[in-house]
């Protein structure tokens, strides 16, 4: 399976609009927004658990990387209400599941294959810093480093957002909207920039904040080649 599996080219997706299409386990269905293969995949979408249901045990063999939009999410490592932001490196493992039921926006076989830290943030309480060439943002940083940079950020009402970044952009509206080439972003819209792209966005009249992802397209992606995670 192929979607928007060409990362040199823009790619937008109001997920909001979407079905949720069922995964093989009962209770929890997914919204795809890219993928490269079939259940085991390189793939990035929105999953969403109901109330009771849970995913079969597995190991993360390109590791995975979430946050949780709504509800809790829960497994043996805790429970990570909305706002958590939880990276499980390469060879790490788990049993996910959801009492209340949950919807997480997760990033599956993107890791770099040495990668074996943890991250676990609650976004929510996160510090958030002002940047002073970026007037209209401010920003809570979530995880960084030579491959990535991830972060939340708030854009005011109606700021004007320029982004030339090193290697392609990602972004998840998680409030509010934006504008990019004429096209209105919703909650649960996404965008992907390729490397070489600039961001000329514009903030809606009520702001935005946004999950985002820069720096990760230098390479240009592949399938996964450690194949055991699912979602």
């Known amino acids: 399976m ?11 997706v109001h997920a909001a609009k979407l079905d949720w299409t069922p995964s093989p386990m009962p209770g929890v269905d997914r919204r795809m927004l890219d993928r490269i293969g079939d259940e085991v995949a390189r793939a990035t979408s929105l999953v969403r658990y109901a ?31 909305a706002g958590s932001y939880v990276r499980n490196p390469p060879t790490s493992s788990h049993t996910p599941a959801s009492g209340p039921g949950c919807v997480i926006f997760v990033k599956l076989h993107q890791f770099a294959p040495g990668d074996r830290k943890h991250v676990r943030i609650d976004a929510n309480a996160a510090t958030t810093v002002t940047v002073a060439s970026r007037p209209g943002v401010m920003i809570v940083p979530l995880y960084a480093d030579a491959r990535e940079d991830v972060r939340v950020e708030r854009w005011a009402s109606g ?5 030339k970044p090193d290697g392609g952009f990602e972004a998840l509206v998680l409030e509010g909207s934006f504008t990019e080439c004429g096209e209105q972003f919703e909650k649960h819209s996404w965008l992907r920039l390729p490397k070489g792209k600039a961001l000329i966005a514009t903030a809606g009249p009520g702001g935005a904040k946004l999950w985002i992802k820069t720096g990760h397209l230098k390479v240009t992606p592949t399938g996964p080649v450690n194949a055991s995670a699912r979602s």
């Open 2 to 12: 192929q979607i928007n599996a060409d990362f040199l080219e823009r790619a937008a």
């Open 51 to 81: 109330p009771g249901s849970a995913f079969s045990a597995h190991i993360h063999g390109g590791g995975e990387e979430f946050l949780v939009l709504d509800g809790v999410f829960q497994d043996e490592h805790g429970d990570f209400p």
């Open 159 to 163: 700021a004007e957002v320029v982004l």
